[in-house]
Protein backbone atom coordinates (compact mmCIF):
# COMPACT_ATOMS: atom_id res chain seq x y z
CA UNK A 1 0.00 0.00 0.00
CA UNK A 2 1.17 3.50 -0.60
CA UNK A 3 -0.10 6.27 1.16
CA UNK A 4 0.53 10.60 0.46
CA UNK A 5 0.49 13.18 2.66
CA UNK A 6 -0.61 16.06 1.27
CA UNK A 7 -1.01 19.78 2.51
CA UNK A 8 -2.16 22.13 -0.41
CA UNK A 9 -1.90 25.32 1.57
CA UNK A 10 1.53 26.74 3.48
CA UNK A 11 0.90 26.49 7.78
CA UNK A 12 3.94 26.30 8.97
CA UNK A 13 2.70 25.17 12.40
CA UNK A 14 1.74 22.31 10.82
CA UNK A 15 5.19 21.20 9.72
CA UNK A 16 5.80 18.57 12.39
CA UNK A 17 2.73 17.29 12.87
CA UNK A 18 3.21 16.41 8.93
CA UNK A 19 6.76 15.49 9.57
CA UNK A 20 5.60 13.06 12.07
CA UNK A 21 2.63 11.33 9.54
CA UNK A 22 5.12 10.61 7.02
CA UNK A 23 7.56 8.76 9.63
CA UNK A 24 4.44 7.50 10.46
CA UNK A 25 2.80 6.07 7.20
CA UNK A 26 6.56 4.98 6.20
CA UNK A 27 6.93 2.32 9.32
CA UNK A 28 3.38 0.89 8.37
CA UNK A 29 2.60 1.06 4.56
CA UNK A 30 4.64 -0.27 1.71
CA UNK A 31 5.61 3.22 0.90
CA UNK A 32 4.97 6.47 1.90
CA UNK A 33 5.44 9.92 0.03
CA UNK A 34 4.86 13.92 1.03
CA UNK A 35 3.30 16.22 -1.73
CA UNK A 36 2.75 19.94 -0.01
CA UNK A 37 3.25 22.96 -1.32
CA UNK A 38 6.77 24.92 -2.35
CA UNK A 39 6.28 27.19 0.40
CA UNK A 40 7.15 24.60 2.97
CA UNK A 41 10.65 23.63 1.33
CA UNK A 42 13.10 26.20 3.38
CA UNK A 43 11.30 24.62 6.75
CA UNK A 44 12.17 21.05 5.65
CA UNK A 45 15.86 19.81 5.97
CA UNK A 46 15.41 16.13 5.30
CA UNK A 47 13.90 16.42 2.20
CA UNK A 48 13.24 12.30 1.38
CA UNK A 49 10.00 11.44 0.15
CA UNK A 50 8.78 14.87 -0.29
CA UNK A 51 7.24 16.49 -3.20
CA UNK A 52 6.99 20.26 -3.61
CA UNK A 53 4.18 20.78 -6.00
CA UNK A 54 0.58 22.47 -6.37
CA UNK A 55 -0.01 20.27 -8.97
CA UNK A 56 -3.12 18.35 -8.00
CA UNK A 57 -2.88 15.77 -10.86
CA UNK A 58 0.69 15.22 -10.41
CA UNK A 59 -0.75 13.80 -6.99
CA UNK A 60 -3.42 12.09 -8.58
CA UNK A 61 -1.48 10.40 -10.67
CA UNK A 62 1.56 9.50 -7.71
CA UNK A 63 -0.24 5.49 -7.93
CA UNK A 64 -1.07 6.78 -4.18
CA UNK A 65 -4.06 3.97 -2.10
CA UNK A 66 -4.48 6.51 -0.19
CA UNK A 67 -4.31 10.42 0.03
CA UNK A 68 -4.39 11.65 3.57
CA UNK A 69 -4.87 15.44 3.60
CA UNK A 70 -3.81 17.41 6.28
CA UNK A 71 -5.09 21.09 6.63
CA UNK A 72 -7.60 22.89 5.05
CA UNK A 73 -7.62 24.11 1.56
CA UNK A 74 -10.11 25.32 -1.14
CA UNK A 75 -8.31 23.07 -3.57
CA UNK A 76 -8.72 19.35 -1.47
CA UNK A 77 -12.25 19.50 -3.51
CA UNK A 78 -10.39 19.69 -6.42
CA UNK A 79 -8.06 16.98 -5.21
CA UNK A 80 -10.46 14.67 -4.02
CA UNK A 81 -12.51 14.63 -7.31
CA UNK A 82 -9.22 13.83 -8.89
CA UNK A 83 -8.45 11.16 -6.44
CA UNK A 84 -12.07 9.37 -6.95
CA UNK A 85 -11.60 9.06 -10.83
CA UNK A 86 -8.18 7.36 -9.92
CA UNK A 87 -10.09 4.97 -7.61
CA UNK A 88 -7.67 6.42 -4.70
CA UNK A 89 -9.39 6.59 -1.47
CA UNK A 90 -8.97 10.28 0.63
CA UNK A 91 -8.76 11.27 4.12
CA UNK A 92 -9.35 14.42 5.68
CA UNK A 93 -7.48 15.70 9.02
CA UNK A 94 -10.23 18.30 10.65
CA UNK A 95 -9.03 20.62 12.97
CA UNK A 96 -11.70 22.36 14.14
CA UNK A 97 -14.95 21.00 13.83
CA UNK A 98 -18.12 23.43 14.18
CA UNK A 99 -18.90 24.54 17.52
CA UNK A 100 -21.76 26.39 19.12
CA UNK A 101 -22.73 29.62 18.17
CA UNK A 102 -21.66 30.57 21.85
CA UNK A 103 -17.85 29.12 21.02
CA UNK A 104 -18.53 30.90 17.42
CA UNK A 105 -19.07 34.27 18.63
CA UNK A 106 -16.12 34.21 21.25
CA UNK A 107 -13.98 34.03 18.30
CA UNK A 108 -14.30 38.05 18.35
CA UNK A 109 -12.74 39.66 14.74
CA UNK A 110 -11.74 36.59 13.79
CA UNK A 111 -15.70 35.20 13.16
CA UNK A 112 -15.86 35.75 9.66
CA UNK A 113 -12.35 33.96 8.86
CA UNK A 114 -14.10 30.97 11.28
CA UNK A 115 -17.13 30.79 9.17
CA UNK A 116 -15.49 30.76 6.03
CA UNK A 117 -13.37 27.92 7.44
CA UNK A 118 -16.33 26.26 8.89
CA UNK A 119 -18.09 26.20 5.28
CA UNK A 120 -14.77 25.16 3.40
CA UNK A 121 -14.19 22.45 6.08
CA UNK A 122 -17.51 21.10 5.30
CA UNK A 123 -17.95 20.55 1.73
CA UNK A 124 -14.42 18.91 2.12
CA UNK A 125 -15.85 16.63 4.85
CA UNK A 126 -19.14 15.09 2.22
CA UNK A 127 -16.66 14.45 -0.66
CA UNK A 128 -13.98 12.71 1.19
CA UNK A 129 -14.05 9.49 2.45
CA UNK A 130 -13.16 9.37 5.75
CA UNK A 131 -12.68 12.05 8.31
CA UNK A 132 -9.80 12.40 11.19
CA UNK A 133 -10.57 14.34 13.72
CA UNK A 134 -8.08 14.95 16.56
CA UNK A 135 -9.83 14.92 19.97
CA UNK A 136 -12.76 13.65 21.69
CA UNK A 137 -13.44 16.68 21.96
CA UNK A 138 -13.67 17.84 18.50
CA UNK A 139 -15.67 14.43 17.68
CA UNK A 140 -18.37 15.47 20.16
CA UNK A 141 -18.92 18.98 18.26
CA UNK A 142 -18.23 17.17 14.94
CA UNK A 143 -20.93 14.77 15.81
CA UNK A 144 -23.50 17.80 17.17
CA UNK A 145 -23.04 20.16 14.24
CA UNK A 146 -20.98 17.81 11.11
CA UNK A 147 -22.79 14.40 11.60
CA UNK A 148 -24.17 15.19 7.97
CA UNK A 149 -21.32 15.88 6.03
CA UNK A 150 -19.85 12.60 6.90
CA UNK A 151 -20.87 9.36 8.66
CA UNK A 152 -17.38 7.91 8.10
CA UNK A 153 -15.14 9.38 10.99
CA UNK A 154 -12.41 8.38 13.04
CA UNK A 155 -10.44 9.85 16.12
CA UNK A 156 -6.50 10.06 15.76
CA UNK A 157 -4.68 12.76 18.04
CA UNK A 158 -1.91 15.10 16.62
CA UNK A 159 1.03 13.34 16.19
CA UNK A 160 4.68 14.58 16.70
CA UNK A 161 8.33 13.25 16.77
CA UNK A 162 10.33 13.30 19.49
CA UNK A 163 12.69 16.34 18.89
CA UNK A 164 13.82 16.51 22.19
CA UNK A 165 17.47 16.86 23.02
CA UNK A 166 18.39 15.76 26.48
CA UNK A 167 21.81 16.78 25.99
CA UNK A 168 20.90 20.50 25.94
CA UNK A 169 21.11 22.32 28.80
CA UNK A 170 18.61 25.91 28.08
CA UNK A 171 17.53 27.65 31.35
CA UNK A 172 13.68 27.97 32.09
CA UNK A 173 12.94 31.84 32.75
CA UNK A 174 9.69 32.84 30.82
CA UNK A 175 5.95 32.53 31.26
CA UNK A 176 5.49 31.93 27.21
CA UNK A 177 2.60 32.38 24.53
CA UNK A 178 3.86 30.83 21.42
CA UNK A 179 1.50 30.50 18.66
CA UNK A 180 -1.07 32.30 16.62
CA UNK A 181 -2.19 35.82 18.67
CA UNK A 182 -5.53 35.72 18.24
CA UNK A 183 -8.33 36.01 20.45
CA UNK A 184 -9.82 31.98 19.81
CA UNK A 185 -6.33 31.85 21.81
CA UNK A 186 -7.14 34.09 24.25
CA UNK A 187 -4.55 36.46 23.39
CA UNK A 188 -6.25 39.61 25.19
CA UNK A 189 -6.52 37.64 28.72
CA UNK A 190 -3.18 36.69 28.46
CA UNK A 191 -2.30 40.58 27.84
CA UNK A 192 -4.15 41.17 31.02
CA UNK A 193 -2.47 38.65 32.80
CA UNK A 194 1.06 40.23 31.75
CA UNK A 195 0.09 43.92 32.71
CA UNK A 196 -0.98 42.59 36.24
CA UNK A 197 2.14 40.06 36.82
CA UNK A 198 4.71 42.75 35.05
CA UNK A 199 3.07 45.23 37.93
CA UNK A 200 3.03 42.32 40.84
CA UNK A 201 5.95 40.50 40.79
CA UNK A 202 9.12 42.04 39.44
CA UNK A 203 11.31 39.02 38.51
CA UNK A 204 8.78 37.75 36.24
CA UNK A 205 9.62 37.26 32.66
CA UNK A 206 7.67 36.54 29.30
CA UNK A 207 8.32 35.39 26.10
CA UNK A 208 5.82 35.59 23.08
CA UNK A 209 6.88 34.16 19.82
CA UNK A 210 4.00 34.00 17.06
CA UNK A 211 4.02 34.91 13.37
CA UNK A 212 1.44 37.74 13.88
CA UNK A 213 2.34 41.05 13.77
CA UNK A 214 1.73 42.23 17.19
CA UNK A 215 2.99 45.91 17.39
CA UNK A 216 -0.80 46.91 18.32
CA UNK A 217 -1.09 45.24 21.23
CA UNK A 218 2.10 46.00 22.39
CA UNK A 219 1.63 49.57 22.47
CA UNK A 220 -1.38 49.53 24.33
CA UNK A 221 0.34 49.93 27.53
CA UNK A 222 3.69 51.59 28.43
CA UNK A 223 4.18 48.73 30.80
CA UNK A 224 5.00 46.48 28.27
CA UNK A 225 8.03 48.64 26.27
CA UNK A 226 9.13 48.94 29.46
CA UNK A 227 9.25 45.15 29.70
CA UNK A 228 10.86 44.85 26.55
CA UNK A 229 13.79 47.67 27.48
CA UNK A 230 14.52 45.85 30.73
CA UNK A 231 14.56 42.40 29.27
CA UNK A 232 11.30 41.33 30.70
CA UNK A 233 9.47 40.88 28.02
CA UNK A 234 11.46 38.92 24.86
CA UNK A 235 9.05 39.04 21.66
CA UNK A 236 9.36 37.23 18.11
CA UNK A 237 6.60 38.05 16.05
CA UNK A 238 6.18 38.92 12.54
CA UNK A 239 7.36 35.88 10.94
CA UNK A 240 7.48 32.12 10.79
CA UNK A 241 9.81 30.47 12.88
CA UNK A 242 11.64 27.56 11.99
CA UNK A 243 11.26 24.36 14.06
CA UNK A 244 14.36 24.53 16.15
CA UNK A 245 13.63 27.80 16.69
CA UNK A 246 10.25 27.07 18.10
CA UNK A 247 11.67 23.81 19.96
CA UNK A 248 14.19 26.31 21.96
CA UNK A 249 11.69 28.83 22.81
CA UNK A 250 9.60 26.36 24.30
CA UNK A 251 12.50 24.54 26.35
CA UNK A 252 13.50 28.28 27.24
CA UNK A 253 9.88 28.55 29.01
CA UNK A 254 8.79 27.80 32.93
CA UNK A 255 5.49 27.51 31.16
CA UNK A 256 3.21 28.01 27.94
CA UNK A 257 -0.22 29.79 28.30
CA UNK A 258 -2.78 27.32 26.13
CA UNK A 259 -5.75 28.72 28.28
CA UNK A 260 -7.64 28.79 24.78
CA UNK A 261 -11.19 29.73 24.58
CA UNK A 262 -12.03 27.72 22.08
CA UNK A 263 -9.78 24.83 20.93
CA UNK A 264 -10.38 21.17 20.08
CA UNK A 265 -6.88 20.56 19.46
CA UNK A 266 -3.33 22.46 19.94
CA UNK A 267 -0.15 21.61 18.17
CA UNK A 268 1.38 24.02 20.82
CA UNK A 269 -0.53 21.38 23.44
CA UNK A 270 1.99 18.50 22.46
CA UNK A 271 5.11 20.94 21.42
CA UNK A 272 5.32 21.98 24.61
CA UNK A 273 5.06 18.40 26.44
CA UNK A 274 7.36 17.45 24.18
CA UNK A 275 10.10 19.91 25.32
CA UNK A 276 8.75 19.16 29.06
CA UNK A 277 6.89 22.08 29.13
CA UNK A 278 4.37 22.29 31.51
CA UNK A 279 1.26 24.24 30.36
CA UNK A 280 -1.23 26.39 31.67
CA UNK A 281 -4.80 25.22 30.67
CA UNK A 282 -8.59 25.78 29.85
CA UNK A 283 -10.17 23.31 32.15
CA UNK A 284 -13.26 23.25 30.18
CA UNK A 285 -11.02 22.53 26.90
CA UNK A 286 -9.16 19.66 25.09
CA UNK A 287 -6.72 18.92 27.64
CA UNK A 288 -8.39 17.69 30.65
CA UNK A 289 -8.61 14.83 28.26
CA UNK A 290 -5.29 13.80 28.93
CA UNK A 291 -3.68 15.47 31.82
CA UNK A 292 -4.79 15.63 35.60
CA UNK A 293 -4.57 19.03 37.02
CA UNK A 294 -1.33 20.01 38.56
CA UNK A 295 0.63 17.06 37.23
CA UNK A 296 1.58 18.44 33.68
CA UNK A 297 -0.72 21.59 33.39
CA UNK A 298 -2.83 23.94 35.47
CA UNK A 299 -6.17 24.32 34.87
CA UNK A 300 -7.79 27.66 35.00
CA UNK A 301 -11.55 28.85 34.56
CA UNK A 302 -12.44 31.22 31.25
CA UNK A 303 -12.60 34.09 31.53
CA UNK A 304 -9.70 34.12 34.26
CA UNK A 305 -8.80 35.57 37.60
CA UNK A 306 -5.26 36.93 37.06
CA UNK A 307 -4.57 35.90 40.85
CA UNK A 308 -5.50 32.64 40.27
CA UNK A 309 -2.98 32.19 36.75
CA UNK A 310 -0.12 33.74 39.19
CA UNK A 311 -0.57 31.18 41.81
CA UNK A 312 -0.98 28.91 39.09
CA UNK A 313 2.91 30.18 37.99
CA UNK A 314 3.60 30.11 41.23
CA UNK A 315 3.10 26.27 41.84
CA UNK A 316 4.68 25.11 38.30
CA UNK A 317 8.07 27.19 39.40
CA UNK A 318 7.98 25.16 42.62
CA UNK A 319 6.96 21.92 41.09
CA UNK A 320 9.12 22.60 37.54
CA UNK A 321 11.37 19.50 37.59
CA UNK A 322 8.57 16.81 38.84
CA UNK A 323 6.76 18.82 36.27
CA UNK A 324 8.63 18.50 33.55
CA UNK A 325 9.18 15.01 34.01
CA UNK A 326 5.54 14.35 33.36
CA UNK A 327 4.89 16.71 30.39
CA UNK A 328 7.46 14.51 28.80
CA UNK A 329 5.72 11.34 29.78
CA UNK A 330 2.24 12.26 28.71
CA UNK A 331 4.13 13.50 25.08
CA UNK A 332 5.33 9.92 25.01
CA UNK A 333 2.29 8.30 25.47
CA UNK A 334 -0.12 10.29 23.75
CA UNK A 335 1.41 11.91 20.84
CA UNK A 336 4.89 10.66 19.71
CA UNK A 337 4.29 8.85 16.40
CA UNK A 338 5.88 5.69 17.57
CA UNK A 339 2.90 4.88 20.16
CA UNK A 340 0.37 4.80 17.50
CA UNK A 341 1.89 2.70 14.63
CA UNK A 342 -1.16 -0.02 15.15
CA UNK A 343 -4.08 2.71 16.16
CA UNK A 344 -3.15 4.13 12.65
CA UNK A 345 -3.47 0.57 11.12
CA UNK A 346 -6.56 -0.32 12.44
CA UNK A 347 -8.40 3.13 12.14
CA UNK A 348 -7.16 4.71 8.83
CA UNK A 349 -5.33 2.22 6.42
Known amino acids: ?52 TQDIQKIANSGSDLVYIYNISTKNTVLIKACKKKGIKTAYVL ?13 GKDIVKTIGANLISGRICKKVDKVILASTTGMKNYEK ?53 LKK ?15 KYMESSNIFQE ?11 GRPM ?23 QSSVLPNALMQGTPVIVNKNGAAKEIMEDKKACCYISMPPENELIFNCYLYIVG ?31
Not at 167 to 188: D, L, M, P, Q, W
Not at 244 to 262: D, G, H
Not at 319 to 344: H, P, Q
Open 201 to 215: DNKIKFLIATKTNIE
Open 145 to 197: YMIRCNRNYVFFPLILKDEYDDSVNIKREYFSFIGGFTEVHACKEFLKFMEYA
Open 227 to 237: AIESGRLFIQA
Open 242 to 264: QTEEINRFYRQSICVWNAYNRST
Open 95 to 107: HEPRGSIKELLAE
Open 319 to 349: SLGVMENKAREVFLNKYCFSSYTEFAKQRIL
Open 1 to 52: MKVAVVSLKFSPGHVAHLQASLALFSSIADKAEMYIVPEYEPFFEDKKDIVF
